[in-house]
């Protein structure tokens, strides 16, 4: 395939996206809608691979809370992210959220202001939430979040299906707050926990124990990327499915496109998808994600078809769901094959 058809094919695949940061992912046409200054606007967007650094990103987001700091605000932000998703052909989504509160916005205010904007764009395509606790934030604030989160999954079985451990990984331990997952399993929420982002591979240990449904990122498990030989055995042992954010990996300085520590899943044949985590501070789309599996990982069409069927699997949607996913993969095959033959 020549690289025009490589990505007018990335662009038409059905695509899945299981990691996605709802205040990672405002593009500069949604900061501008709700109001951004320009040089926050600029600020923003820490696409330049010359940036190379994960403490200076966080530092972004407090930009895209200031521009959703009331519920209005954040209806506007979810509807709009979860429409360009939709128009790059993502069929199925999961965004996260950190539930926040701001003056005039409780945190439930604030949760219930993001499923209103799911429960609005209905007909793009299936979206589901999941509900992030943040790493930074105090033992007592993360157990206000998951008593919140437990309320809120009560109400909305249909789109609360999961809850995340994010947040700047130097700050913070996976294990002070293990019961909190512990908890929210229980109450039958699925789990995914970002791992491995930085070096350290006690707490890798640790979340690897707990095995969670799915990790996120896990740049530092193998050992040929500073983690160690027992982690990435367990690994390998658990096949816990891992979402993969190329992109953020790179331009936050953990690799290159072209040494990516997934080269390692794709060795081992362990389970991964291809998602844009902050699709708005890295300026990219799940588009470009997969034009850039195709372009450094050289994946063919067939794996990265394979990539998003697999990804329906990996995903928090019920069985039902995942085989009226899986019939339009394949309808959308059926209706494509000059994409898949050499
Ligand atoms: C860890 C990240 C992240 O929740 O306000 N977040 N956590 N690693 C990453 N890799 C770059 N990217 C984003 O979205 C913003 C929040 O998502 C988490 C951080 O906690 C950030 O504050 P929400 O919608």
Redesign the pocket.
């Known amino acids: 395939m020549d690289v025009v058809s490589e990505n007018n094919f990335c662009f038409a695949l059905p695509k899945i996206e299981l990691h996605a940061?709802?205040?990672?992912s405002l593009s500069d046409k949604i900061l501008r809608i709700l109001g951004c200054r320009e040089e926050d606007v600029q600020d923003y967007q820490c696409a330049s691979v010359d940036q190379r650094n994960?403490d200076d990103?966080?530092k972004k987001?407090g930009i895209?809370?200031k521009a959703t700091y009331c519920p209005e605000a954040v209806y506007i932000a979810t509807k709009n992210v979860i429409e360009e998703f939709s128009q790059e052909n993502v069929i199925y989504l999961e965004l996260?959220?950190?539930p926040?509160y701001e003056v005039g916005m409780s945190s439930e205010t604030y949760v219930e202001s993001v499923v209103r904007g799911i429960q609005d764009t209905k007909n793009h395509m299936m979206v589901k939430l999941i509900l992030?606790l943040?790493r930074q934030h105090s033992i007592e604030k993360c157990q206000n979040h998951l008593d919140l989160i437990l309320k809120m999954r009560s109400k909305y079985p249909d789109i609360i299906q999961g809850i995340d451990l994010?947040?700047?990984?130097i700050h913070g331990s996976f294990n002070e707050l293990k019961y909190l997952f512990e908890k929210a399993r229980k109450a039958g929420l699925s789990t995914t926990i970002?791992c491995g982002?930085i070096e350290n591979s006690e707490e890798i240990k640790e979340v690897l124990a707990f095995k969670p449904d799915r990790l996120g990122?896990a740049c530092y498990i193998h050992p040929n990327y500073n983690g160690c030989e027992k982690n990435w055995y367990q690994l390998k042992e658990l096949k816990i499915p891992t979402e993969i954010c190329l992109s953020?990996n790179v331009i936050?300085g953990t690799c290159d496109y072209e040494n990516h520590h997934v080269q390692e899943w794709i060795k081992d044949d362990l389970p991964f998808s291809l998602n844009t985590?902050?699709k708005g501070v890295f300026k990219t789309s799940l588009t470009q994600e997969f034009q850039y599996a195709m372009k450094f990982l050289n994946l063919s069409s067939s794996e990265l078809w394979r990539i998003s069927m697999n990804a329906i699997e990996h995903s928090f949607a019920n069985s039902e769901e995942k085989s009226f996913l899986k019939s339009k993969l394949v309808d959308w095959k059926n209706k494509n094959l000059h994409f898949f033959t050499k």
């Not at 994010?166 to 990984?169: C, E, I, L, M």
């Open positions: 940061h709802l205040n990672g994960l990103t966080f987001f895209a809370h996260r959220t950190t926040r992030s943040n994010s947040g700047n990984p970002h982002e990122h953020s936050t985590d902050d």
